[in-house]
């Protein structure tokens, strides 16, 4: 991409108002959580605890990844999950077609190679019947160091930032990957340890509509160009791992903080909710950490993000822009 991220401006969504009785961009959240989902099968704390004893509060969740469709009939996915099998399992959008193996699956978008974002390709290698997409980067980072992806390699194409990339066959949905400021993955690290490519957010655009969805569940700061894609788009997916920058380290003494994990917390200093608040269109967190009060339907944290009009995404919600 050229020039400055951060100088980046874009017009104002498509309005309510001209789209109601258009055609419909339908999403779907496959997983919410964090990398480990809910419960995290090594980790005690208390959301784990009360997610594995059935607490309604505090349901179990899977890995995070959405799935989105121009038509309600065809779907691609962002990013896949360790998840996926069972993601896809309990969505009937994504079963194979009765008495065959025609699986209405297009397109998966790899915003960067977490393993949480990656593992389930491994899951979905039989036959290669969809594409996957991701920059350069990513791409080579996974097939060039880690031998068990070359299997994938026929169905892997790459996008350069900023490029377009149709989702579905008909053309309708355009997605793009642009750079917002993250931290190459540490099993990655020693690769690189910092590159434009390494982390990224997608805009889907409904060209029937105009109407744009945003996907970033890996920011470590909202910078102007962030915060751009944001205001100009009519629903956003944020990350929102860690409620606070020192969660982790409340379980886990000498635990990194949020920002060097690469993800601002959602409150205090350099938090994200006052900022997205502001905002216009429609804001759900989500890729919430197993630590996150956030994930306690009745806890106070929940209810403050609740006030300031950001909802939190829940595993198997669908909705249409």
């Not at 964090?34 to 509060?57: E, K, S, Y």
């Not at 793009?176 to 690769?191: I, Q, S």
């Amino acid at each position: 991409m050229g020039g400055d991220a951060s100088a980046r401006r874009y017009p104002a969504p498509v309005s309510q108002a001209t789209h109601e009785n258009g055609p419909k961009l339908r999403v779907r959240v496959l997983g919410s959580a964090a990398g480990g989902g809910l419960p995290q099968w090594n980790c005690g704390c208390a959301n784990c605890a009360r997610a594995r004893a059935g607490d309604p509060a505090v349901p179990p969740r899977g890995q995070p990844s959405i799935a989105v469709s121009a038509d309600g009939v065809r779907w691609s996915i962002v990013n896949a999950s360790p998840d996926v099998r069972e993601q896809m399992a309990r969505f009937s959008g994504l079963h194979p077609r009765p008495g065959t193996r025609d699986v209405p699956l297009d397109t998966i978008v790899v915003t960067n190679p977490d393993i949480d974002h990656v593992l389930g390709l491994l899951v979905l290698r039989e036959s290669l019947p969809y594409r996957i997409v991701s920059t350069p980067f990513v791409r080579d980072v996974l097939l060039e160091h880690n031998a068990v992806f070359r299997i994938l390699e026929p169905a892997w194409g790459i996008a350069k930032l900023d490029q377009p990339i149709p989702l579905d066959r008909d053309g309708h949905l355009e997605a793009r990957l642009f750079p917002v400021p993250g931290k190459v993955p540490t099993w990655a690290a020693k690769l690189a340890s910092n590159h434009a490519e390494a982390t990224c957010a997608v805009r889907i655009t409904d060209a029937r509509s105009g109407r744009r969805l945003v996907y970033a569940p890996g920011v470590a700061r909202l910078d102007a160009g962030t915060l751009a894609e944001f205001e100009a788009a009519a629903c956003a997916f944020v990350d929102g791992t860690f409620f606070t920058a020192d969660e982790l380290s409340r379980t886990r003494p000498g635990a990194p903080d949020a920002v060097t994990m690469g993800h601002a917390p959602v409150s205090g200093v350099g938090g994200t909710l006052a900022t997205l608040a502001e905002l216009r269109g429609r804001k759900l967190y989500i890729h919430l950490n197993n630590t996150n009060p956030l994930l306690d339907a009745g806890s106070d944290a929940a209810a403050l993000v609740r006030r300031a009009g950001i909802e939190i995404a829940m595993d198997g919600m669908e909705f249409a822009l």
